[in-house]
């Protein structure tokens, strides 16, 4: 499905603030609250939107230790192993093959440092991994999700001919 500029302005709204009333996104990007509606419909019926979340901020609930983990698998291990294999972890919140040398790329958040180590130590036990090889992160510089960006560009649309700003816009980012 290829989205429109008003699809596109659509869910960079809901990805700022997913509880926006229809009536508040109709009013930035110029369409009746029931339009905005079918289109949101349409967006979910064709997979381009999968769903509707709460965001958690992982320092707020105690999880302020975040790592990648390169994985190195043994031979012809396949994407669905490596799948199946990490996706009991809570602690895991992205997986990805990768070109280069490691095979998979993963994401981890934990309480702290020793809860970190027995996620490692965890993930290094799956019969399918030879090695890891972790980085930490020590702070976030950009976190949102696609199409973000522009939100900006629905706040513009929505701006009276004299500069001030409609109430019914929406900015900022979404976390995944």
Same mark, same amino acid.
């Given at each position: 499905?290829?989205?429109?500029?008003?699809?596109?302005?659509?869910?960079?709204?809901?990805?700022?603030?997913?509880?926006?009333?229809?009536?508040?996104?109709?009013?930035?990007?110029?369409?009746?609250?029931?339009?905005?509606?079918?289109?949101?419909?349409?967006?979910?019926?064709?997979?381009?939107?999968?769903?509707?979340?709460?965001?958690?901020?992982?320092?707020?609930?105690?999880?302020?230790?975040?790592?990648?983990?390169?994985?190195?698998?043994?031979? %012809?291990?396949?994407?669905?192993?490596?799948?199946? !294999?990490? /996706? &009991?972890? +809570?602690?895991?919140? *992205? #997986?990805?093959?990768?070109?280069?040398?490691?095979?998979?790329?993963?994401?981890?958040?934990?309480?702290?440092?020793?809860?970190?180590?027995?996620?490692?130590?965890?993930?290094?036990?799956?019969?399918?991994?030879?090695?890891?090889?972790?980085?930490?992160?020590?702070? %976030?510089?950009?976190?949102?999700?696609?199409?973000? !960006?522009? /939100? &900006?560009? +629905?706040?513009?649309? *929505? #701006?009276?001919?004299?500069?001030?700003?409609?109430?019914?816009?929406?900015?900022?980012?979404?976390?995944?």
């Amino acid at each position: 499905m290829r989205l429109d500029r008003v699809d596109e302005r659509i869910i960079a709204i809901l990805g700022a603030d997913a509880r926006t009333s229809f009536a508040d996104i109709g009013s930035a990007v110029g369409l009746s609250a029931s339009a905005v509606k079918r289109r949101l419909d349409r967006l979910v019926e064709s997979g381009a939107v999968r769903g509707f979340t709460v965001i958690l901020e992982p320092a707020a609930i105690g999880w302020t230790t975040e790592a990648f983990i390169e994985v190195y698998c043994r031979p %012809r291990t396949s994407p669905a192993e490596i799948r199946a !294999g990490l /996706a &009991g972890y +809570a602690e895991v919140t *992205s #997986a990805c093959t990768v070109t280069g040398e490691a095979d998979a790329m993963v994401q981890v958040r934990a309480r702290d440092m020793h809860h970190l180590e027995e996620t490692i130590e965890r993930i290094c036990a799956e019969p399918f991994v030879v090695r890891t090889k972790s980085t930490l992160v020590l702070s %976030r510089l950009v976190d949102q999700s696609m199409l973000s !960006g522009s /939100a &900006g560009d +629905a706040a513009d649309a *929505s #701006a009276d001919p004299s500069g001030g700003q409609s109430s019914g816009s929406s900015t900022g980012a979404m976390s995944s």
